[in-house]
């Protein structure tokens, strides 16, 4: 809009200097109009946790500092690191003269397919009859937010997550809609699984509500339960016709064997449950900042699949449209070609075995340098992270003397360790735990 110059300036004639003079108090007129009328009163936001550590991590000058904080992989160098048969997969859609056309509201079908596949196994049942509906995702955070809105329009009120948890799931679920109520899981005295906590809040929950579980590697404690106590939980679920939601996250990343960190999703399934499954590609494939997830249902039949789907896709359409396409090529890419899909297991179990083996350095370290507490617990733990028991005076302490950033409830991201740096961080522990 163009607005015009007072008529005294037009009639006497202006300066360059005069007009510029005019247009900057008029700017900061504006300016300020701007700011009391709309944002002068919003308040600055709480930094995020893992962001802010980052950064604070970033300015630290001190040589040998060391970030233990991110869930992202990275190699014995420190470095990010990419899969060979993603850089593969990346060669040959290169080649393939591929458009950037708009993706459909669910996604692309042949990723979600193969996905689906992926977790639940190529003969499961539920595949075979063509009942589970499925949509790509926003990775996991995306998809978990897409169920969560979708509950909270189809009836449900409240949601049960594990104490602890991954820190995003609690604002995830308030945010769509839900009431967030946790169920005990995990023993901080003892450094081990509190099942019996777990079985006797699980059975408390009132019939037909939502209950979130951690697939395999379980974000933060990297405890998980055993098959046959996941089999008990299927039946008290089973009895409390409980809606069972899965956040798979580390699928051959854990152990470094697919099929087995599917392992609890598998036996809910073939116990006749119809379950909600959100998987990420971010850990097991690196693709973190590709996006890449697979949200699924699974239904009574056909007819309550295409139901669901379309409520999904209900859910999905004002929020982002359609999910993004490259990441999802990629993993089709891999997972279409059983030389790649070989490959890619092999590199994914190189990225387990690694972390595993800076567990047992990191455990062996904190023995031979004298440290009086028991790190069992390390070894025994299983994914990206390890919850060490770090109290937040220790883990400051850390920070605040030896330079490792990690969060505050003591979580380490095993990825950070390495053969070069496992010993400074073993001997920063002994020190601050004394």
Not at 49 to 58: N, P, V
Request: charged share 25%; proline share 5%.
């Amino acid at each position: 809009m163009f607005r015009q110059l007072p008529r005294e300036v037009i009639r006497r004639g202006t300066s360059s200097g005069s007009i510029s003079a005019i247009s900057s108090a008029r700017t900061a007129t504006g300016a300020r109009w701007a700011s009391s009328l709309h944002w002068a009163d919003i308040p600055m936001g709480p930094p995020d946790a893992i962001i802010g550590l980052t950064e604070a991590y970033k300015e630290d000058t001190f040589e040998q500092k060391v970030n233990v904080g991110v869930g992202a992989y990275r190699s014995d160098e420190g470095k990010p690191y990419v899969l060979p048969c993603v850089r593969e997969a990346e060669t040959i859609l290169m080649g393939q003269d591929l458009d950037h056309e708009y993706s459909g509201i669910a996604g692309d079908p042949e990723f979600v397919k193969l996905a689906l596949g992926f977790a639940y196994g190529e003969d499961s049942k539920p595949l075979t009859e063509g009942r589970v509906a499925g949509v790509q995702a926003l990775s996991g955070t995306g998809g978990l937010r897409v169920f969560g809105e979708t509950l909270a329009r189809h009836g449900h009120k409240r949601i049960y997550l594990p104490n602890p948890t991954w820190g995003n799931h609690i604002p995830i679920f308030k945010n769509a809609g839900l009431e967030v109520h946790k169920y005990r899981y995990y023993d901080t005295e003892n450094s081990d699984l509190d099942y019996d906590g777990f079985v006797a809040d699980v059975k408390d929950i009132p019939e037909g509500s939502c209950v979130l579980f951690h697939a395999c590697a379980h974000n933060p404690t990297g405890m998980d339960p055993t098959i046959d106590q996941w089999a008990e939980l299927s039946q008290i679920v089973k009895d409390k016709k409980l809606l069972p939601f899965f956040d798979c996250a580390y699928q051959g990343f854990a152990s470094g064997n697919a099929p087995q960190d599917a392992a609890a999703i598998r036996l809910f399934v073939e116990e006749g449950h119809n379950l909600a499954l959100i998987q990420s590609f971010s850990k097991n494939f690196g693709l973190y900042g590709q996006r890449v997830g697979a949200l699924s249902v699974v239904t009574a039949n056909e007819d309550e699949k295409a139901a669901v789907e379309s409520q999904l896709k209900i859910t999905i359409r004002p929020m982002y449209s359609n999910p993004p396409r490259h990441g999802a090529r990629i993993v089709k890419t891999i997972l279409s070609d059983p030389r790649l899909t070989t490959d890619f297991i092999d590199q994914c179990k190189g990225m387990a075995d690694r972390i595993n083996d800076m567990r047992s350095k990191l455990r062996g370290t904190l023995e031979e340098v004298g440290s009086t507490h028991s790190w069992e617990h390390i070894t025994r733990q299983i994914g990206m992270f390890a919850y060490s028991g770090l109290q937040k005076d220790q883990v400051m302490a850390l920070r605040e003397n030896h330079h490792i950033y990690c969060t505050l409830d003591g979580r380490i991201s095993m990825a950070g360790v390495t053969s070069k740096n496992v010993e400074y961080i073993a001997n920063a522990i002994h020190e601050v735990s004394k």
